[in-house]
């Protein structure tokens, strides 16, 4: 019998230590470290072939220009959101992991896209749910797939002997944190299984060329539970964000070795499952029957997508002492460093008022192209005079007051143009090379902001 061997990880960040420590050297964080034990026995570790032996040719060093590929299809989902966040389809063979706060629709996503893939088969393994209940679900989404399969499991070799025995042609794990192997002694979800767990799968979808779903906790950082390692074992991380308050989720990818990581998918939460939104723009716009002081509309860019998002912000004399500054949806530290110039150059007098800063639809922004129409939400707010509604803003304010150049502005000018606004505000020097008549709006070229002001408020 082998002899059990332990030693200590950090449930953090994935550390390793012989010995145990109060304070992690790689995170900084306090009793972290729990001691584990790594390995059972070493006969048939780490393969997921559990019902025989495995004879592997060793390999041997090949010159690049003699290796020979063939490239192949992509598997289109049907789902116009998740196929552009990928890359236009799944990769045959590659390892997908989304991470999300629990109950924020990662298992409904996974599910759908189980049940719309009618065409191969699928197999859903669930370690949290049983087969009831994930029934219960696909009846309200209202979708049937004969070619879907479902299976109650955490052991890894057991579910490797039933992948081994239906062949499915997709695998959806929910979630990697409830499997366990059998070569590791350790609870499930701890390091050393997360990894373990992990390596098998990817073995057995590098091998196979099945592609992988995997679901993956988060901590209350937001982060994904389990070892950093296991981000970089995948081939591709995609985080479902959004309020669980509100209907609106967002699919980012942060990593993605077969495509762009600039890409973003938006769906919209109903109680049959999640539909896509093909033009959020228009959802991210109130649509109002009068005009409102402090409301301001910005063609930003999220990922390679061009969107337009109402800002809206509110100015008032600070009655309780301190200023105060909130910012919802947009960095705090923008928000002070906008404040800043206004004040500086801009004449604005905002030493004692109070700033409440938000951008509508719950989407969180971080483009500095949308400082042109922060500036003008608050200049529409402090001076208490409605922006044009059929005017939109795409500029990048310097701390000199001056309106920078930023990247892909014909693609907002189209987007703006498109849902029907007759002027935008962009930066003089973005404008080079742009047709006058190619857009059916009036472009507005600035370079400082006391032009804007004039142009806004004359």
């Known amino acids: 019998m082998a002899k059990v061997?332990?030693?200590?990880?950090?449930?953090?960040?994935?550390?390793?230590?012989?010995?145990w420590l109060g304070k992690c050297p790689s995170c900084g964080q306090w009793n972290t470290y729990v001691e584990e034990i790594v390995q059972k026995e070493e006969t048939g570790r780490g393969t997921w072939k559990t019902g025989q032996a495995v004879s592997k040719k060793a390999a041997v060093p090949r010159r690049l220009q003699d290796i020979r590929f063939e490239e192949q299809p992509r598997l289109v989902t049907g789902d116009t959101e998740l196929d552009r966040v990928l890359g236009s389809g799944i990769v045959p063979g590659?390892?997908?992991?989304?991470?999300?706060?629990?109950?924020?629709?990662?298992?409904?996503?996974?599910?759908?896209?189980?049940?719309?893939?009618?065409?191969?088969?699928?197999?859903?393994?669930?370690?949290?749910?049983?087969?009831?209940?994930?029934?219960?679900?696909?009846?309200?989404?209202?979708?049937h797939s004969d070619n879907c399969y479902l299976l109650a499991e955490t052991n890894t070799q057991?579910?490797?002997?039933?992948?081994?025995?239906?062949?499915?042609?997709?695998?959806i794990i929910d979630s990697i944190q409830t499997l366990h192997s059998q070569h590791v002694e350790s609870a499930a979800g701890s390091v050393s299984q997360v990894r373990e767990c992990t390596a098998?799968?990817?073995?057995?979808?590098?091998?196979?060329?099945?592609?992988?779903?995997?679901?993956?906790?988060?901590?209350?950082?937001?982060?994904?539970?389990?070892?950093?390692?296991?981000e970089h074992m995948v081939d591709t991380v995609l985080q479902f964000e959004g309020d669980r308050h509100l209907s609106y989720r967002i699919l980012r990818t942060s990593k993605n070795r077969f495509g762009s990581t600039n890409e973003l998918g938006i769906y919209e939460m109903h109680a049959d499952g999640l539909?896509?939104?093909?033009?959020?723009?228009?959802?991210?716009?109130?649509?109002?029957?009068?005009?409102?002081?402090?409301?301001a509309i910005g063609a930003m860019l999220e990922g390679n997508r061009p969107l337009l998002i109402e800002i809206q912000s509110l100015v008032s004399p600070a009655t309780y002492g301190t200023p105060q500054r909130s910012s919802t949806g947009h960095d705090a530290k923008r928000l002070n460093m906008l404040l800043a110039v206004l004040e500086k150059r801009g004449?604005?007098?905002?030493?004692?008022?109070?700033?409440?800063?938000?951008?509508?639809?719950?989407?969180?922004?971080?483009?500095p192209g949308l400082d042109l129409a922060v500036c003008a939400s608050l200049i529409s707010s402090y001076e208490d005079t409605p922006v044009d509604p059929s005017i939109c803003f795409a500029g990048e304010v310097g701390l000199g007051g001056e309106i920078r150049a930023i990247n892909r502005v014909e693609s907002r000018i189209a987007e703006a143009a498109k849902l029907g606004f007759k002027k935008i505000m962009v930066s003089?020097?973005?404008?080079?090379?742009?047709?006058?008549?190619k857009y059916d709006i009036e472009?507005?070229?600035?370079?400082?902001?006391?032009?804007?002001?004039?142009?806004?408020?004359?």
Do not use: W
């Open 5 to 19: 061997k332990t030693t200590f990880f950090c449930q953090n960040c994935g550390a390793q230590s012989p010995k």
């Open 94 to 143: 590659s390892l997908i992991l989304i991470g999300g706060e629990p109950g924020i629709g990662k298992s409904t996503l996974l599910l759908q896209i189980a049940l719309m893939l009618n065409q191969i088969k699928v197999l859903y393994v669930s370690g949290e749910e049983s087969e009831t209940q994930i029934k219960m679900r696909a009846e309200r989404m209202e979708a």
């Open 158 to 171: 057991q579910i490797f002997q039933q992948v081994e025995a239906l062949n499915p042609d997709l695998l």
């Open 200 to 230: 098998e799968i990817m073995k057995f979808a590098k091998e196979t060329g099945t592609p992988v779903f995997l679901i993956g906790h988060i901590t209350k950082d937001g982060t994904i539970a389990g070892p950093k390692v296991l």
């Open 275 to 295: 539909r896509t939104v093909t033009n959020p723009s228009e959802i991210l716009m109130t649509q109002r029957e009068e005009q409102s002081n402090g409301v």
């Open 347 to 367: 004449g604005m007098r905002l030493g004692q008022q109070d700033v409440f800063l938000n951008i509508a639809g719950g989407l969180r922004v971080d483009d």
């Open 428 to 437: 003089k020097y973005a404008i080079k090379g742009l047709s006058a008549n």
């Open 443 to 458: 472009i507005i070229p600035l370079t400082k902001l006391d032009g804007m002001y004039a142009k806004l408020f004359s």
